[in-house]
């Protein structure tokens, strides 16, 4: 495993460096709605779109990117032990490689009491198998998220973000908070601008 950086790259990027990115990543490798296990893509690169009451979740060893986008009111995504399932039989969880991300959850909304509930599944899951991993809860705005692991980079995108809002933030946690109600950076992980 060469190409294993240990340090992921997460960044905040505006919509047109997002859809830039992602033209280069092939439409079969996009996760697309209605937003259960079946539409979880397994690839070198990976993406999804409008992330708003949903939770991301992403586990890669540097080779390869399992990214589900799961809806919290499909009734398909009600039982978190099928996710659970599903994502034993798709990744070696004993990989020492492996690491996570999880993106999503709108706290106390009425659309989608489960919201929370879901992504909350997601960091359990993580932390009983082990796995490193970052994430970035709540936040007022709907997100977009891709892959790569040519570059070992997560991008992160939002219609508010641009490439002005770096004059205002010391550095780029700063901006991370500014949009996410919760940020957990792994030692694995690295902010970036």
Not at 118 to 125: A, G, I, Q, R, S
Request: contains cysteine; positive net charge.
């Amino acid at each position: 495993m060469d190409n294993i950086s240990f340090k992921s790259r997460i960044r905040l990027v505006p919509p047109a460096e997002f859809q830039k990115a992602v033209s280069l990543i092939s439409e079969k490798n996009f996760v697309k709605y209605p937003w259960t296990v079946k539409q979880s893509i397994i690839a070198d690169k990976a993406y999804t779109k409008d992330i708003y009451d949903c939770t991301v979740c992403g586990f890669t060893d540097g080779q390869k990117v399992l990214l589900n986008h799961i809806c919290p009111t499909n009734i398909e995504n009600y039982d978190f032990n099928q996710i659970a399932q599903f994502i034993k039989n798709k990744v070696n969880l004993s990989n020492e490689y492996l690491q996570g991300f999880i993106l999503g959850s709108k706290p106390n909304s009425p659309d989608s009491p489960r919201s929370t509930t879901l992504f909350d599944k997601f960091v359990e899951f993580m932390k009983q198998y082990k796995i490193p991993f970052s994430a970035f809860k709540g936040g007022s705005y709907e997100n977009n998220v891709a892959y790569s692991s040519l570059q070992d980079e997560w991008l992160i995108s939002n219609a508010v973000v641009n490439d002005n809002m770096k004059q205002y933030f010391k550095n780029p946690y700063q901006l991370f908070e500014r949009f996410f109600d919760k940020v957990k950076v792994s030692t694995l992980d690295d902010i970036s601008w």
